[in-house]
C-alpha cells in the first residue's frame, strides 16, 4: 500500500510562487492518480488538481487553471505541485492523495477509505 506525505508549504506573498511535493513511499506511482485538495478554516474542502501517471493526463480546478501546474517525477517517486500567481484564496492545508488507477482521488473517498491521504502542508499567503 502506498503511502504519501506533503512538504513545501509556507509563507508567500500574494503573486509569489511555492511547490508543494507529494512524496510515495511504499510503491511506485505508476498507473496511480495523485490528487491534490486544500482546507481553509471555516470553508468546504476542495480538489485542486489531478495526475493520472498512466498516461498523464492533469485536471485543474477552475480556480487555479493557468497558475497551477501539476507533475511528477518519477526517478524521486514525487508529484509537485507548482503554485505560481499566487492569492490570498490560495491559503489553506494542501493534502494529497493517490488512488490506484485513472480515477482521481475524491474528497468523498476519503471519507470511505479509499486511497492513501497524507497530512497535509499548511500555506499562507499573506503581505
Known amino acids: 500500500q502506498v503511502q504519501v506525505a506533503e512538504s513545501g508549504g509556507g509563507l508567500a506573498q500574494p503573486g509569489g510562487s511555492l511547490r508543494l511535493s507529494c512524496t510515495a513511499s511504499?510503491?511506485?506511482?505508476?498507473?496511480?492518480?495523485i490528487g491534490w485538495f486544500r482546507q481553509a478554516p471555516g470553508k468546504e474542502g476542495e480538489g485542486v488538481s489531478c495526475?493520472?501517471?498512466?498516461?498523464?493526463?492533469?485536471y485543474y480546478a477552475d480556480s487555479v487553471k493557468g497558475r497551477f501546474d501539476i507533475s511528477r517525477d518519477k526517478d524521486n517517486n514525487t508529484v509537485y505541485l507548482h503554485m505560481n500567481n499566487l492569492k490570498f484564496e490560495d491559503s489553506g492545508n494542501y493534502f494529497c492523495?493517490?488512488?490506484?488507477?485513472?480515477?482521481?482521488?475524491?474528497?468523498?473517498?476519503?471519507?470511505?477509505?479509499?486511497?492513501?491521504w497524507g497530512q497535509g502542508t499548511q500555506v499562507t499567503i499573506s503581505s
Open positions: 492523495a493517490a488512488r490506484r488507477g485513472n480515477y482521481c482521488p475524491t474528497l468523498a473517498g476519503r471519507l470511505s477509505g479509499s486511497g492513501s
Open positions: 495526475i493520472t501517471t498512466s498516461n498523464g493526463n492533469t
Open positions: 511504499g510503491s511506485t506511482l505508476d498507473n496511480y492518480a
